[in-house]
């Protein structure tokens, strides 16, 4: 089909737009959490492996770190296995952290790499196993508890926390012109396998690469006002007096969390943005508009 000159005019004032931001962002490195609708709608599952596909093209050194909680929950219930959380984390006994690693290590991280390789790139997939890139510890809660004179401790099971990344591996395969995606699954001290969050280790994984920036795909728009409206440009000073009125929540308080910390720990900026969206990747980063939550220093 061909382009009517107005259309032509249009896609080149797009690429004008996206210019100075190619030119500022080449040779640096974007940690992206990939979750949520775009891991299960096929429009914006494919639009997603464009969009890094993209970035790795024109010189940019995206790494992809992905979920799969859905994924592993319809497995279990495939199996027979009810699905138990405590303060938003997956119980994780022995049984359900195989499903675990055969989901996100195996069936979703491959799904992953197929789609970006499909689409003209050159992905490699990879657990926190692999190459020791991510060592881990149990993670523990407790809780107060009358009846008892010290706190309580939760055993939740294979959850674990980072203590330390080997970056060796990503390294190696960034300057290979390969696209790495991280399935969230660490290694402890004693070979053991920990689960662990994925907006975590995109997080974690940013501040030790000193990424230019981290990228947190969710289910909604971003961190929005009382009244609905997107928020935007936030600082620590701003998130806290959000979170002190009730207006930072939920689910988005980890998230927010997640970004000022790796802030904090040396990323440029970090972003909340909204995965429902066609090409949100791309929107965030070339166009003036954006489709989320920008968190600076």
Sequence with gaps: MSLTTSTAQNIAHVLIEAL???????????VIKYGGNAMVDETLKNSFARDVVLMKRIGMNPIVVH???????QLLKRLGKESEFFQGMRVTDTETMDVVQMVLGGL????IV???NRHGGSAVGLTGKDADLIHARQLTFTRD????NAPEIIDIGHVGEVTRFDTSVIDLLIHGNFIPVIAPIGVGDNGQSYNINADLVAGKLAEVIKAEKLMLLTNTAGV????????TGLDAERVQVLVEDGTIEGGMLPKVHCALDAIQG????AHIIDGRVEHAVLLEIFTNVGV??????
């Design 145 to 148: 508890n009358p009846e008892m």
């Design 292 to 297: 989320g939550t920008l968190i600076k220093g």
């Design 20 to 30: 100075p931001y190619i030119n500022r962002f080449v040779g640096k490195t974007f």
């Design 67 to 73: 979920g799969g909680g859905p994924q592993i929950g």
């Design 266 to 269: 040396g990323v440029q900026s």
């Design 108 to 111: 979703v991280n491959k799904e």
């Design 224 to 231: 929005l006002s009382k009244q609905g409206e997107l928020l």
């Design 114 to 116: 197929t789609l970006i």
